[in-house]
C-alpha cells in the first residue's frame, strides 16, 4: 500500500481489515476446501505483509514457503505461480489449528486463560524472528515527509510471521499503551464447540457465550434444555427463517 493511502486510513479501520482477513482465514466451514482455506489465508498474508511494511512478494523470504519449494524441486517466480499456490495450501493447512488457538485465546482470556502458554509460544515463535530493513534514502524531511523512508521485510522464518506479528503489535496495544482489550482485539468466538466460527465485534461481555447464529444456540442449550424449550426455541428459529426468507423474496 503507498503511505499516502496508508495515512488516509485511520489507525483503526486499517487494523479492523485485517481482523476481518485473518478471522476469515481461522473461521473453517466443513465443507470448505484445502483451497478455499488456502485463498482466504493469501488474503490474510497479504494485508499482514503490508502491516509490517511489505507486499506479498515478499512471500519468497519465508524460510518455510522456500522449503516446500525446494523439497518440491521448485523455485519462486511469482505470487501467482501455481507451486506457490500449493505450497501455500500446504502452509495455510500446517498453521491453522494454531492460529484458531491464538484467536481463541485473545477473543476471551478472561475464559480461556489455559490456552495461553500454547498460544503465546506460537506468537513468539513465528512472530518475533522478523529482519527488517530500516533505513533513509537522504532525500530530504520536507520533500519526503516521512522520518524513515525505507521499511521492509527482508528475512522472516515462516509466511506466518507477518500474520504473529500483527497479532503481537495488538496485544502490545493493550498490553503496553493501556488500550480496552475489545478496542485493540475486537473478535470473538461462537461457543458452540463444533462451530467455532469468529466475528469482528467491538462489545460483548466476557461472562456471556457469545453464538454466531440462532441455530449454534439452540444446538448449544440442547443438551441443557427440556423436549418443551428444545421445541419452543425451534419454533421461534423457524419462524425468523421464514420471516428473513420472505424479507429477502420481497427485494
Ligand atoms: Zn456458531
Not at 12 to 27: D, F, G, K, P
Not at 120 to 138: A, C, N, P
Request: charged share 30%; hydrophobic share 35%.
Amino acid at each position: 500500500m503507498q503511505l499516502k493511502e496508508r495515512a488516509k486510513l485511520r489507525r483503526n479501520e486499517w487494523e479492523t481489515r485485517i481482523w476481518s482477513a485473518i478471522v476469515s482465514y481461522a473461521s473453517v466451514a466443513p465443507d470448505d476446501s484445502p483451497s478455499a482455506v488456502a485463498r482466504r489465508f493469501k488474503g490474510a498474508l497479504a494485508e499482514c505483509m503490508d502491516w509490517i511494511g511489505g507486499g506479498l512478494d515478499d512471500v519468497q523470504l519465508c524460510k518455510d514457503l522456500q522449503q516446500v519449494l525446494s523439497s518440491q524441486g521448485e523455485k519462486f517466480t511469482s505470487t501467482d505461480q501455481p507451486e506457490v499456490d500449493k505450497a501455500l495450501e500446504l502452509l495455510a493447512a500446517l498453521y491453522l489449528v494454531e492460529v484458531i488457538t491464538v484467536l481463541a485465546w485473545l477473543s476471551v482470556p478472561e475464559r480461556r486463560g489455559k490456552l495461553a502458554p500454547r498460544a503465546v509460544e506460537f506468537l513468539r515463535k513465528h512472530g518475533t524472528g522478523i529482519i527488517g530493513h530500516l533505513g533513509s534514502s537522504g532525500r530530504p524531511f520536507a520533500e519526503s515527509g516521512l522520518l524513515i523512508d525505507e521499511e521492509w521485510p527482508e528475512e522472516m522464518p515462516s509466511v506466518i510471521s507477518p500474520i504473529c506479528k500483527f497479532l503481537l503489535d495488538q496485544v502490545h496495544r493493550h498490553d503496553l499503551e493501556g488500550e480496552p482489550l475489545r478496542d485493540a482485539i475486537p473478535i470473538v468466538q461462537c461457543d458452540r464447540p463444533s462451530c467455532g466460527k469468529f466475528r469482528l465485534v467491538r462489545k460483548t461481555r466476557a461472562e456471556k457465550n457469545y453464538f454466531c447464529s440462532n441455530l449454534c444456540k439452540v444446538k448449544f442449550h440442547g443438551a441443557k434444555t427440556s423436549k418443551k424449550e428444545k421445541a419452543a426455541y425451534m419454533r421461534d428459529y423457524r419462524k425468523t427463517v421464514k420471516l428473513t426468507k420472505k424479507g429477502e423474496k420481497r427485494k
